[in-house]
Structures are given as C-alpha cells and as structure tokens.
C-alpha cells in the first residue's frame, strides 16, 4: 500500500450533516524516491524523517520517538512497529523478542535505508504478514551529518544511487568505529537508545568494497567463538543455516562476507572478527544475536535494496519463530558470564580447520595494467563458476584472563567513568579512605600505531605484568562489581589487553610518561649511596652492565636503571589505573 487516503477532519454543513458533507483534508503519499525513481535515488535525511513521521501519524503500529542529539546538532530518532499498536516495551519484553536494525550509518551505503522504509509501510499496511511475537525496531538513518553531506562521487566504486551521503559524520568520524570509545555524541544517544529497547536480534545495514563474485548479497554474523557457549553455537549452526535457507527460496544467493581485498576468494577467506569497536561487536557485550548485511557494491541498486528487504524479511520470520529460544538462550548466556571463572579475551584464525563452502565467483587473471605498467587483478564476468572454498571460520583463544569479583577506578578517570555510567553499569563509591589489597597491572609493552585512526594513535599487542599491593583509595572511588549484564563489556574494555580496550583506546596515556626524573650530575651520589646499600641490587647492576653490551655504553641507562628501582621512582609510571578484586 503506497498512497493512503485518511479522514483527518470533518466539515460540517450548516445546513445538513449527511455523509456528503464530509471530505478527506490529508494526502499522504508512502511511495519512497526509491520507487518514484526505478530504483536508482535514495531519500534524502528530510525526506526519510518525513516518511516514518507521516507512518506515525497514519499508522497506531508504528512509533516514532527523538532521543539525544548527533554531532550534527540533530536528534537520532527511533521507530517501531508492533501490529498490536502497544508499545510499553518493559511489559512486552516477557512475550516478545525485539529485532533492531540500524541504517545509515555509513549514509553512501543507503540500501538498508530504503529498504526499511518500504519494509515497515507494508507491514504496517498489511502487505507482508506481520511478526507476531517480535517487535522491529529501528534508527532511520544514524550517520546525520554524513546524510546531510550528500554528494555522487565518494563511493568511488558503488554502483548507484545516483546520489548519497558521506561516510564521515559531521566530525569526520567513521562511527562504526566509535562503539567503544564514544568520542561522538552519535554513539552516546545510541547508548541510549540500544540499552532502551535491550534487543535480541540486531542487524546492521552496509554495502561491501572488496572483490568481485556473483552475489548481490553476503552476511556477516558475529564471530560465533566470539560470542561463545550456546549462543553462539546456535548463531552459527541454526540461524545463519535458516537465514541462507528461506533466502534459497526466494532465488536470493548469499554468502558470507567475502574478507579479502584486491585478491582472489576461491583461494579461500576468513570469517571477519567484528571486535567491539563495530556495531556487532559491541552489541555481542550483550550478548545480542548480532549481524551485518553486505550488499555488493557492484550490483544495480534496485537489487541490493531488494535483496536487502528480503533479508530482513526473512530474520524477522527467523526471530518471529525462535523467541522462546532466542530469548532463553540469552537467559542463559546472562547467567554464564556471572558465574564463570575465566574468560576468552582474545582470538586468532584457526588456519588449521577450515570450513567448506560453494562460492559463486568470476575466473580472474593477473594483467598488465595500462596505467601503472605493472600487474593488475582483472576479474571476467563472463565466466562465472561455482567452487569448493576453504571458509575460515573458526577462531581459537590466544589470551583467556580470570574474572576478577569487582574492578576499582579512582575517581579522576571521569572520562572512563563516564562511559560506563553510559552503558548502565552498576557502580558505588567508597564511603572513606580505605587501604585495599588489590591486583595491580603494570604496563610492560604494547605497539602502537604511526597514522591517526578515529582520532586515535591506537595500541595493540599490549603486555601487562601483575602484582599484588595495597592501594589507598579516596572517598568517591569506584567499585564496580563483575556480577551484573554488562560483565562482558567490563572485561572488554577495562582489561588492558583487550583489543578494544580503554588502554588500547589512549584513555590511560598519561600513566605512560614518567612525571618526574633526575638531574644526573645530583643523582650520581645517590645511585653510588643505593648500590652500596643493597647487595643484591648492585649484582643485578654488575651482571647487566656485564651481559648488555648497549646498557654497558650507555651511562644514562645504567643511571636510570638504578633510579627506576629506588624509592624515588615514582609508582604511578606504567601502572594501570583500574585495579582488580579477585575473587
């Protein structure tokens, strides 16, 4: 149903009140510039906000609310469908699973954007069967500055819409990037929003770069060793199957997201691990069943939007059918982080049990290129072929950390308080100065990297050596205890390994510059004065200066050295500011 006519007001007639007398004052017209067009245009962000607040108006189904604001100055604004027109989600949240997609986020890729539109006018017009035990929720469009930036030239590979927004936002941000660190006010009104509706099932709407293949579609499911235990297990062996199945039925081919770039995919790919930085990642700290959808880039428009409303067509009849599972297996993944001992920080490709898939792709040769005189990848669609392909999709552990009872953060680090607060995690103060027995990490190495990324100089491969000392902590510290919902994102963020942590993030830099040194011609008296106080020390010394011939030539090594092992170093240099209670 795309044109609805509505009787918004009466004109009564002075003279008679019969149905004569009565007329229609309100048009709306719910076919999107994707129709209009032959499927080549996408909405504008006006047009688009517009079209769900018209649904709203015409439709007791659909909601539509405004939370927060976006670095554009704009709010984010939210829509949900339930057929039974009810939308107290505490009370509903018992019977009913809750699917949120999320569009726009980088606005150049814009299939999820119409296809959702169109999606929620049919089923709220009754021309798709609507869910019954699930309710759609979605973001229209997130990135709002990058939407309001509209251009037709920097999806340099895209075929088509005509024109599009910007991968940016309005600070340049790429905010599937921002899920852990927050710098957007973008991500902290999704904060607001994700922890609003608590979904099951979320979906994220995107459009591929990379190689050429006969797919208009590929899904990218959260990395299921990731998301771990029997959650995770049903992700990879009953949903993802089902997905691929009822889109078999509907001749729509997909596959998994093909992770390679400027290479061939028969010579096999692996799964893409959507740390918590991306949207999936980050929706996996709650132990939400997460997944991108990757149109191919190459396809014409149409058929992307298209095979883009199928899809969700399909996972909100998968989610429709499963949310007692869904749900109790959930449930149980809750349960499992509170009361299990350890916990699987970090992850590597297991090269050695790869899947195997059929994989529809295009022959493809190394050419001469007229451009550049060297070899170029050169893909032929004219000889199109189905192979057998090596599908990495397993992961094994490389670092797992025992759970500690509780993590403590002095109260100067607001920045990392603030964060969690916005993820409503549960913490208390102290009540007075206290001496605390407490697992205390020291910095020992990490890498990082030499270009900016996301505003960030990231770290990674960090390092940490533990120890176990008694810390005064202030009135007002933080105590935030493991045993509540957002134990995984404790861990993920407040362990200085993790790959997506804090520490890796650059909210702890400042531990890493030493604060206070030595003048060498004072400390010269000194360092003899500590050597010849501490035998064991000064073996240690001789034995260095003996083995490290670089240490041996360097006199301000060796004094550094013995001060950074004195009682003038000071403590806080590489040490860690968020300590552990174990348990």
């Known amino acids: 149903m795309k044109k609805l006519w509505l009787v918004l007001g009466i004109l009564i007639s002075l003279s008679s009140c019969d149905f004569s007398k009565y007329r229609l004052i309100k048009k709306y017209d719910f076919e999107t510039r994707f129709e209009k067009s032959g499927g080549t245009e996408t909405g504008t962000y006006s047009e688009v906000i517009a079209f769900y607040k018209e649904l709203a108006d015409a439709y007791p189904s659909i909601s539509l609310q405004e939370f927060g604001e976006t670095d554009s100055g704009l709010p984010l604004h939210l829509a949900i469908y339930n057929p039974e027109g009810e939308f107290d989600l505490e009370k509903l949240r018992k019977s009913h699973s809750v699917l949120m997609i999320n569009n726009g986020i980088h606005p150049g890729e814009s299939d999820g954007i119409d296809a959702t539109m169109m999606l929620f006018r049919d089923m709220a017009g009754d021309s798709i069967a609507s869910p019954k035990n699930t309710l759609i929720a979605t973001i229209p469009i997130y990135n709002v500055g990058g939407a309001l930036n509209r251009n037709s030239g920097s999806r340099t590979n895209q075929n088509g819409p005509e024109e599009y927004g910007f991968r940016g936002n309005a600070r340049n941000y790429d905010l599937n990037r921002d899920f852990i660190k927050a710098d957007t006010k973008n991500t902290q009104t999704f904060y607001e929003i994700f922890h609003y509706l608590k979904p099951d099932v979320f979906i994220d709407n995107h459009v591929s770069n990379g190689a050429d293949y006969q797919y208009s579609l590929t899904h990218l499911f959260t990395q299921h060793d990731k998301l771990g235990g029997n959650l995770g297990d049903y992700l990879q062996n009953n949903m993802m199957p089902a997905l691929e199945d009822s889109l078999k039925a509907k001749e729509w081919d997909i596959t998994p997201y093909v992770n390679v770039f400027n290479e061939v995919p028969e010579e096999g790919f692996s ?29 014409p428009y149409n058929k992307r939007v298209m095979g883009t409303y199928e899809l969700m067509r399909s996972m909100i009849q998968i989610t429709d059918a499963e949310t007692s599972v869904i749900k109790d297996l959930r449930n149980q993944a809750r349960r499992k982080y509170l009361t299990d001992r350890s916990y699987n920080l970090t992850f590597e490709v297991d090269k050695e049990n790869p899947s195997k898939r059929k994989f529809k792709g295009y022959e493809a040769e190394d050419i001469i ?50 964060r969690l607060e916005m993820n409503n995690i549960k913490m208390e103060t102290l009540e007075r100065d206290t001496l605390i027995e407490v697992e205390v990490y020291k910095i020992q190495d990490f890498e990082t990297s030499e270009t900016a990324f996301e505003g960030h100089y990231l770290h990674k491969n960090t390092q940490v050596s533990t120890s176990t000392e008694t810390i005064h902590f202030r009135k007002g510290d933080y105590l935030i205890t493991t045993f509540q919902d957002g134990a995984r994102y404790l861990l993920e963020t407040l362990e200085p390994s993790a790959v997506d942590s804090f520490f890796n993030w650059n909210f702890f830099d400042t531990v890493l510059q030493q604060k206070e040194g030595f003048s060498p011609y004072v400390f010269e008296d000194m360092a003899k004065e500590i050597l010849e106080s501490d035998a064991e020390l000064k073996e240690e010394f001789e034995d260095k200066k003996r083995d490290d011939a670089e240490f041996r030539n360097n006199w301000y090594a060796q004094l550094d050295w013995i001060h950074k092992r004195s009682n003038y170093y000071e403590e806080t240099h590489l040490r860690y500011p968020v300590f552990r209670l174990p348990r």
């Open 271 to 299: 799964q893409f691990m959507d740390f918590p930085r991306y949207s999936t990642g980050y929706t996996t700290l709650w132990n939400t069943l997460g997944m991108m959808v990757e149109t191919h880039m190459l396809k």
């Open 369 to 418: 290129s007229e451009v550049t005189g060297m070899e170029r990848l050169k893909y032929d669609r004219e000889k199109p072929f189905t192979k057998e392909i090596d599908y990495y999709d397993k992961f094994k552990v490389t670092e797992e950390i025992e759970i500690p009872r509780a993590y403590i953060i002095p109260q100067g680090w607001w920045q990392v308080i603030n």
